[in-house]
């Protein structure tokens, strides 16, 4: 990528996903704290109305109470209905849920047939028929204050569940807008790399001019295991084009930053060890005290060979280890009898939680785009890889 339109409009995209990203997380967190301010207020009303219906009831029992001023408690009753009416009237502009709106209706219908129902009790006790006032009130009165009640208290899980699912569902949008766009301004960023200097025309017939890499520690494979410490600088090969599917690896990454179940891992490691070219693939996991590796994902490799793998120490003398000790990506030449291998590190804000390991096929740990390649599945996978509690002790021990 050596022409400036191009260049620049790669950088503007790499731009544009990131800024798409940081507004999409602005306007839900944003909708999340009105939201939050909103379910608080609703919970407090509605609370309120709750022991207000309690209120209602106890102050309804008191007519027919002996030594109880009558038209005291009839006066207590009214204001507090029309406080109980007040407060529906006001939650109902806060309800978000049809659920929540028709609970509320039914709280307001309850308290209109117990207002009907009070007229009647009030006559029978003006009327020192305390047995027909009673009856209405221990019966009728109870049963529509306990209807009030109820109501309002589903419109409150209504509520509740519902602003639940709503921030629930946004916090995966940050999360899918996250990853895409650090998956998008990644690719960006590895093709905005220049291109190495073009050969002239005239000099087709010459010998080529060899390429001077980037330093990489590489050792020699003794197994599938254990690779020894043996650094020898590792020499690129040349291609027409880039070996890396970037269509397929914008999908994998895709896919990677929406996984909700690690039970999707290996299918996901297939693919991404079609497009390294890798002929097996391992996932090494860190203990909590950071000790040791742990094979938690295989791909590539029998049952058999797999149950042998066992855990590599932090300080073994090989690339896995290597790369999660220093959190760089490791690579490892391979010969006429061993393929490759290339370790890269998976790096979260808290260090080093893991190593992907891979096994290179044709020479893959020595061209640059595969490293590159494996670089991003790494940095994909150590998001869903949180960071254990123990794990900054463990890195200032190292």
């Avoid at 999340?32 to 102050?59: C, K, M, T």
């Avoid at 010969?335 to 291998?341: I, K, W, Y």
């Avoid at 994909?380 to 794990?391: E, M, N, Y």
């Amino acid at each position: 990528m050596s022409r400036l339109p191009v260049r620049l409009t790669l950088l503007l995209a790499c731009v544009a996903a990131i800024g798409g990203a940081a507004f999409l997380l602005w306007s839900s967190e944003t909708h999340i704290r009105l939201a939050d301010n909103s379910s608080r207020e609703f919970q407090v009303v509605s609370r309120a109305s709750s022991l207000g219906v309690a209120e209602l009831r106890a102050a309804q029992q008191a007519y027919v109470a002996a030594g109880q001023g009558q038209d005291f408690w009839f006066a207590r009753v009214s204001a507090i209905v029309k406080d109980l009416n007040d407060k529906i009237s006001a939650l109902k502009p806060l309800a978000t849920t049809p659920e929540a709106i028709t609970a509320l209706d039914d709280a307001a219908g309850a308290l209109q047939d117990f207002e009907q129902m009070d007229k009647r009790a009030r006559d029978h006790a003006r009327g020192h028929e305390l047995t027909l006032a009673s009856d209405l009130v221990f019966t009728d009165g109870f049963d529509l204050t306990k209807k009030a009640g109820d109501a309002v208290e589903r419109a409150v899980t209504a509520e509740l569940v519902a602003r639940d699912a709503d921030v629930a569902g946004r916090r995966r949008d940050q999360a899918l807008a996250l990853g895409a766009a650090a998956g998008l301004a990644t690719l960006g960023l590895i093709l905005l790399i220049p291109a190495g200097p073009k050969r002239n025309d005239r000099a087709v017939d010459a010998a080529p001019i060899p390429l001077e890499p980037a330093p990489v520690s590489t050792s020699t494979l003794d197994d599938l295991h254990d690779f020894g410490l043996v650094v020898t600088p590792a020499t690129p090969v040349a291609s027409g084009r880039s070996p890396v599917d970037l269509g397929g690896m914008a999908a994998l990454c895709a896919a990677l930053a929406r996984i909700q179940d690690t039970r999707a891992l290996p299918s996901l490691l297939e693919r991404a060890a079609e497009i390294l070219h890798a002929s097996g693939i391992v996932l090494w996991i860190a203990d909590p005290d950071g000790r040791e590796l742990t094979p938690i994902v295989v791909h590539g490799y029998s049952a058999q060979l797999s149950a042998r793998f066992g855990t590599i120490p932090r300080d073994a003398e090989n690339v896995t280890a290597a790369a999660y000790r220093t959190g760089l990506l490791q690579t490892m030449k391979g010969d006429a009898v061993s393929n490759g291998a290339v370790a890269a590190p998976l790096v979260t804000a808290g260090g080093c939680v893991g190593v992907m390991a891979a096994e290179m096929k044709d020479g893959g740990e020595q061209q640059e785009a595969l490293l590159a390649a494996a670089a991003i599945v790494a940095s994909q996978l150590a998001t869903l890889v949180g960071p254990p509690s123990a794990r900054g002790k463990a890195e200032a021990v190292g």
